[in-house]
């Protein structure tokens, strides 16, 4: 894929980390493989006074390129506007900024808002950009239409991109999802959950459905339960102000867990499309079950590790959940009575984010006597940090004696395709500039997975919900393996 038309790119939040560690790095990556094309302009808006040449320089230092020969003619396209996210003069500046791109040209330019900052800004840089009329570029509002009437033309000049999580609960989802749509067309709203544009996820749908023989096991009748996990080795570091009072249910199971849990619960879309890939994506998170608030003990458990209290920025009483375990029900024909067994956490033993399909353990009337494993064929979905597939088999234990014994098929990505992998944030950047919404959050989805959390927060503030506590570098509380034993299963590792 490559960029054909010229582009305007506004990063709000310009000297934040997912500017400057994921932004940037994926921009230039894509620069350096020609995917950009030869007309694009990056503004970087912030609060810091910097000039264009010093915003550059402080990319080129942080990105360690200042000696590649790339990096000097990509930073030429590096502009810099200072302002406040409250204040209009700085929207005032960055309007004449990107008009002179326009003049230069002497035609108007797509114009992509990318909003990577934290969600308390994004009220007053949406009030800004209606006020100033930055959302509706340098082109007409309206087109005239052959039988003379005026067609709403919004969308061919401007584009918005926003950064999870998107509100805090049911209400302020839909507040946000309302001030959007006061705004922009939902042809124009890109919100951005850079775990669909993993190329495992994304490979799910070929896995299931042009193999044929996944699909017709894929069901009740086959599989036992689902496990995925989101394991972040690390803890919170600096994002205390951020990350207490939120916590990993809404950090990370609203959105990651619940788009892995519909990657694997979809039903077949009715072709290869936009909207009949993000339809049967919000079907499946439609059909997850909710869970009463007097009910959340019985589904839900949280935790928090060890040390978290003493982080900066943490309230010393908080009772913010750094780990989560939930199981959820899927209510279709497909997965009628089928446990999906989800769990995130940080400071955890390691870096892990996976899915497995557990397949149910029905042991051949010739093997009886021999005796077979307890759990049986489990297909893994690899996603991070090695991205591939895995198939556990049951196979003969080599030997004079018949014994069953299970072993691992393995497929990498890495070793398989030698080509180089698209980053995450390289697809999504692409996605946005030219105009594919696929791998992106549409309203309907976001609805239906605040409900559910919504009633799980609900639940807690009832009651003195119990808080497991875990080391660490260990696998989570103790109290979260109670999910699955009570069900007579267990965490796969």
Not at 103 to 122: E, N, V
Not at 211 to 238: C, L, M, Y
Not at 412 to 419: G, I, R, T, V
Request: with cysteine; glycine share 8%.
């Amino acid at each position: 894929m490559k960029v054909m038309s010229p582009f305007i790119l506004v990063i709000f939040g310009a000297t934040g980390d997912l500017a400057q560690h994921k932004l940037l790095p994926a921009l230039y990556s894509l620069y350096k493989e020609k995917q950009l094309g030869d007309t694009f302009y990056i503004v970087g808006f912030a609060r810091r006074p910097l000039t264009d040449q010093e915003y550059s320089h402080m990319l080129g230092d942080e990105l360690e390129v200042h000696k590649e020969e790339e990096w000097a003619d990509f930073a030429k396209n590096i502009y810099y506007q200072q302002g406040n996210f409250d204040e209009s003069d700085g929207y005032e500046a960055l309007i004449k900024k990107l008009n002179g791109f326009d003049q230069k040209l002497g035609a108007c330019i797509l114009r992509l808002f990318y909003l990577a900052t934290p969600p308390d800004h994004y009220e007053n840089i949406l009030k800004h950009l209606k006020e100033t009329k930055l959302s509706e570029g340098c082109g007409p509002a309206f087109v005239k239409a052959t039988a003379g009437e005026e067609v709403i033309a919004r969308g061919k000049w401007t584009r918005l991109a926003i950064e999870k999580p998107f509100g805090k609960d049911l209400d302020t989802a839909r507040e946000l999802d309302k001030r959007l749509c006061e705004i922009f067309e939902e042809q124009q709203i890109y919100r951005v959950d850079h775990y669909l544009a993993k190329e495992t996820v994304q490979n799910m749908i070929a896995f299931r459905f042009a193999n044929s023989i996944f699909e017709p096991v894929w069901n009740a009748e086959h599989i036992d339960n689902v496990q995925i996990t989101f394991a972040e080795k690390k803890g919170i570091g600096r994002r205390g102000k951020f990350f207490d009072g939120v916590g990993t249910l809404r950090d990370v199971a609203q959105n990651h867990l619940l788009q892995l849990l519909a990657a694997v619960a979809m039903e077949q879309p009715k072709s290869f499309t936009r909207e009949s890939i993000r339809d049967a994506r919000a079907n499946a998170i439609k059909a997850i079950r909710k869970i009463l608030p007097t009910d959340v003990s019985h589904f839900i458990m949280r935790g928090q590790y060890k040390g978290y209290l003493e982080e900066k920025d943490v309230d010393p009483h908080s009772q913010t959940d750094t780990y989560v375990a939930m199981k959820l029900f899927v209510d279709t024909d497909r997965f009628s009575g089928v446990p999906f067994y989800l769990r995130a956490g940080k400071a955890m033993e390691k870096d892990l984010v996976e899915i497995k399909i557990i397949f149910k353990q029905t042991c051949h009337l010739l093997f009886k006597e021999y005796g077979c494993p307890e759990i049986g064929n489990v297909l893994t979905i690899h996603i991070q940090p090695n991205e591939g597939i895995g198939m556990r088999v049951i196979a003969k234990t080599p030997g004079q004696t018949l014994s069953l014994s299970t072993v691992e098929m393995k497929f990498s990505y890495a070793e398989e395709f030698k080509n180089r992998k698209i980053d995450a944030y390289e697809k999504l950047l692409l996605d946005i500039i030219t105009g594919d919404q696929m791998l992106f959050n549409r309203s309907d989805e976001l609805d239906s997975s605040w409900e559910l959390i919504s009633g799980i927060l609900k639940g807690w503030s009832l009651s003195d919900n119990f808080v497991g506590t875990y080391d660490v570098g260990a696998s989570g509380p103790e109290e979260a393996k109670l999910l699955l034993e009570k069900d007579g299963k267990m965490w796969l590792d």
